[in-house]
């Protein structure tokens, strides 16, 4: 699932494509939003929040997408064959004269009041790439330890303790900092949470200004997707576990996670 930094960049491009201009065109391919004509409107901003697009018009509306799984967008010059977006996996179509911006794979698309989002996203812990968030460090902390009980890695997953961390920044911001991903969240300190959350903030935002230089690619992971590769520490290969437990495989019900044996040690070691 794409994360805080993808949705990031992904809003950036759209803004870039289409703030200012009145739509030429706009399709909303979601039973709930098919009959929203949006077509004349003007978008003020484009923003993410988490893993939440927010694209707010001048009419006082916001459509609200989330990616999910596989969901994307791309930016087209209108008028060429790639802007069509005859395909039925693109889900959302919003043109200006100039540029097309195609959804795919969506796997959420709604049509709101700008003014009801809190309602929509009022759920959600501080969102990791905000610019308030070292405001709110001390409320994400708090929130990262409302369970005691939960390992670490399951309450960074979590969208309500911090928006826009998914399994990628989760083992990386965990790595960052030698933590055993199942340690409970109450074992941790205060200031041993504020660095962590401090940490992820910083490597999902280095991921969102390499991705500005060079597309949406992202920075190379140390653990993430590294199974058996050596760790870039000490060596040691990377093991795979999952949000149940460092020895249990990722599943439909669970979030695998990445992490090194050594620089990680669980309290067995």
Do not use: N
């Not at 097309?100 to 700008?114: E, K, N, P, Q, Y």
């Not at 990791?128 to 460090?137: G, H, I, K, M």
């Not at 965990?174 to 401090?198: S, V, Y």
Request: proline share 7%; glycine share 10%; charged share 25%.
């Amino acid at each position: 699932m794409p994360e805080g930094d993808v949705l990031r960049l992904t809003a950036e491009r759209l803004d870039a494509a289409l703030r200012g201009v009145p739509l030429v065109r706009a399709e909303l391919r979601w039973p709930s939003a098919a009959g929203v004509d949006l077509v004349g409107a003007t978008l003020r901003e484009s923003v993410a929040y988490g893993k939440h697009l927010l694209l707010r018009f001048d009419d006082g509306r916001t459509v609200h997408a989330h990616q999910r799984m596989e969901g994307y967008w791309r930016v087209h010059r209108t008028g060429t064959p790639a802007a069509s977006g005859r395909s039925a996996a693109v889900r959302a179509v919003l043109a200006t004269e100039r540029w097309t911006c195609l959804g795919w794979h969506l796997g959420m698309l709604d049509v709101l009041r700008t003014r009801d989002e809190p309602r929509l996203l009022g759920h959600l812990g501080p969102d990791v790439l905000a610019d308030d968030f070292p405001e709110r460090l001390d409320e994400a902390a708090a929130r990262l330890a409302a369970d005691p009980r939960r390992p670490l890695c399951a309450a960074l997953l979590d969208q309500r303790t911090v928006a826009g961390l998914g399994t990628i920044w989760t083992a990386e911001s965990l790595f960052a900092q030698r933590l055993w991903p199942w340690l409970p969240a109450g074992d941790l300190p205060e200031d041993g949470r504020r660095a962590l959350l401090l940490a992820a903030r910083r490597l999902i935002g280095r991921s969102v200004l390499v991705g500005r230089r060079s597309g949406l690619g992202s920075v190379e992971p140390a653990v993430h997707g590294r199974h058996h590769k050596p760790c870039r520490r000490c060596g040691t290969p990377i093991a795979l576990g999952s949000t149940a437990g460092p020895g249990v495989r990722p599943d439909a019900g669970e979030r695998a996670i990445y992490w090194c044996p050594v620089c990680q040690a669980g309290p067995a070691a």
